[in-house]
């Protein structure tokens, strides 16, 4: 390496030119100081220190005298107030990434020099001559930025042979051969030595670092193994236990002794430790998993595993039975209506807790939030309930028979309710080969039964009416009627009849009295017949009334006929009352709350 040129050979810097290379080219100069950053001069301290890096490290990127750069108050300075400028291709060759490879090779070159060559005799003779003033790490000469220093202590001594052992430098033990320090006037650059002295200590660190990790690995491991033989004493617990586990346990365990984990504990040099510690431990695979077991307990596991099926059956067994015994025990008769509690009474408790368990869980907090049982619970219930039987037919049976004494009120209620919309049969079969609804027979034998019980409502007023009809109410009717037309496309035959329709009128202050609902008979529902009771001809059937002569004759009678304004003078002071209740609702600015015919049903005596 050549040596930087004496002050006296120093060339006076032409700060209107590039400080770099102070060369007149076509490139645009730069000049920090006139930038519009907020950190003005940055420029300036990055190429200053730059610039002496490079010259420390001996690689100038180009013939730059670095002390031409400097007016006597620092190369920063003396750039700040002469508003120095360059190139831009010539400050990008001083920049930091240049810098850092620059020092990547100084520090490559410099290992390189003492570490990995073959230690000979001809090393000995590797020693810088007394007379030259050189490092004798670094082989370097003076520089006017990096003197040297002598070796005066016995100390520096052996701490530099400390090092050169420790880093197993065969370039420096052989310097060292020839003397001690002191003996044979050695120099040094601070920075060699205080680099020296860092790789020493990195290296020493490492190898206190790798003793105490394995140290650490080995007290985790052997706490492991004894943790996996001690469980072959628990006698409830069959010993098997998964390699993941035992690779967390590992190295939970590795990180509560403050050991340095970089990455995961490979699991199969694990496995390969502990099936050589444990001859007795089997690996067995299962899926992605890997399960380690004595095996000797193989065969107890399976036994367990077994018995404990067995158990979980005999439970289930034993829970079917309880609920099953109380399910036969419930009898049920529909007698024609829904009420508010028919759903719960025709179920066991039982079996509506145990479903309730089965879909929300035994938690006491979820089950006390569904104290009232959820639809779907009750449906489900109720199904189960229906489709249960005492004892079974034997042998192969087309369609299941349902007994009456355990139909729940779901599956009629189906069954009436897509029949009342439909008036489809297979849907309704359909339903009921699902074990979702009653049969169709059982639909028209219900409808049949209410047919009659109408009938029988009938029979006992002495008069044809509707049931839904309520007492004491002013009712009205409409007659008209009836006509089919035969002429349609879709018309199979014709018909002609009369329609009446009743309207109740209700009001707040006269609600009416509701008449007794329609109740099935408990006899009843053994009959199966889906035919409707025939009411006597005189409810259907008018005499007709007809006349043979145009003008029939009037019999004469011997009385005296007057005319009574009696009846004509009462009705007329209705109308009068009528009106004058009118008038005073006028007057007083109120609204009509009821009309004329609610009015006068109100006075009518009942």
């Known amino acids: 390496m050549s040596s930087l040129p004496k002050s006296k050979d120093v060339v006076k810097t032409d700060w209107q030119q590039c400080v ?38 001996g690689c100038m990127p180009l013939s730059l005298n670095i002390e031409r750069l400097d007016e006597g108050s ?5 750039f700040i107030s002469e508003k120095a400028r360059w190139h831009k291709s010539c400050n990008t060759k001083f920049n930091i990434t240049k810098l850092r490879r620059a020092e990547k090779r100084y520090s490559t070159e410099e290992q390189s020099s003492g570490i990995g060559k073959k230690f000979t005799r001809s090393n ?26 002598n070796a005066s202590t016995f100390g520096l001594d052996a701490r530099v042979r400390k090092y050169a052992a420790v880093l197993n430098d065969q370039n420096l033990l052989a310097k060292l051969s020839t003397g001690d320090l002191v003996a044979i006037e050695a120099k040094y650059h601070n920075a060699c030595l205080t680099s020296l002295s860092n790789r020493a200590r990195a290296v020493d660190t490492e190898d206190k670092d790798d003793d105490h990790t394995l140290q650490l690995e080995g007290i985790a491991f052997a706490e492991l193994v004894i943790f996996i033989e001690d469980s072959r004493s628990q006698e409830d617990v069959i010993p098997i236990h998964k390699l993941v586990d035992l690779s967390s346990m590992c190295t939970s365990r590795l990180k509560q002794l403050g050991a340095n984990i970089i990455g995961r504990t490979h699991t199969s040099r694990l496995k390969d430790r502990i099936l050589a510690m444990i001859p007795d431990l089997e ?7 890997i399960l380690l077991a004595f095996k000797e307990d193989v065969a107890m596991a399976l036994r367990r595993a077994r018995q404990s099926c067995d158990n979980e059956a005999m439970h289930l067994a034993r829970s079917a039975t309880i609920v099953r015994r109380e399910m036969m025990m419930i009898e049920n008769s529909f007698d024609g209506l829904f009420d508010k509690d028919c759903q719960h009474n025709s179920v066991p408790k039982s079996l509506l807790s145990l479903i309730n368990i089965i879909l929300y869980g035994p938690n006491i907090k979820t089950q006390a939030s569904n104290a009232n049982a959820t639809q779907a619970g009750l449906s489900i219930a109720q199904l189960l309930q229906y489709n249960s039987y005492l004892r079974r037919r034997k042998g192969p049976h087309q369609h299941e028979r349902h007994s009456r004494k355990r139909e729940t009120l779901l599956p009629i209620y189906l069954g009436l309710s897509v029949h009342a919309k439909t008036r489809s049969r297979e849907l309704v079969d359909n339903l009921y080969n699902l074990g979702l609804s009653v049969s169709y027979d059982r639909v028209m034998s219900i409808s049949t039964d209410l047919g009659n019980g109408v009938c029988r409502r009938f029979e006992e007023e002495k008069v044809v009416c509707p049931t839904n009809l309520r007492k004491r109410l002013f009712t009205t009717a409409a007659i008209d009627n009836i006509d089919h037309n035969p002429s349609s496309t879709t018309a199979s035959d014709s018909f002609h009849g009369t329609g009446i329709s009743l309207f109740q009128h209700v009001s707040t202050d006269c609600p009416g009295i509701d008449r007794e609902i329609v109740v099935l008979e408990q006899s009843s529902s053994t009959i199966t017949t889906k035919t409707v009771s025939q009411l006597p001809d005189s409810y259907a059937n008018v005499p007709p009334a007809s006349l043979r002569q145009k003008d029939p004759p009037v019999p004469e009678m011997q009385c005296e006929m007057k005319a009574d304004g009696s009846i004509y003078m009462c009705a007329v002071k209705e109308e009068f009352l009528w009106l004058e209740n009118v008038r005073a609702t006028i007057d007083t600015q109120q609204n009509l709350e009821e009309g004329e015919c609610i009015y006068f049903m109100g006075r009518i005596p009942f």
């Open 20 to 57: 770099i290379c102070q060369e007149n080219t076509e490139e645009v100069l730069q000049c920090p100081a006139e930038s519009k950053r907020t950190d003005v001069g940055a420029g300036y301290k990055t190429l200053a220190d730059n610039s002496v890096r490079f010259g420390q490290l």
């Open 74 to 78: 620092g190369i920063e300075q003396t």
């Open 124 to 149: 000995t003779g590797s020693e810088a001559p007394p007379n030259i003033n050189r490092c004798f790490i670094c082989d370097e000469c003076e520089r006017w930025n990096n003197p040297l220093h």
């Open 283 to 289: 690996e067995h695979k299962q899926g992605r998993d």
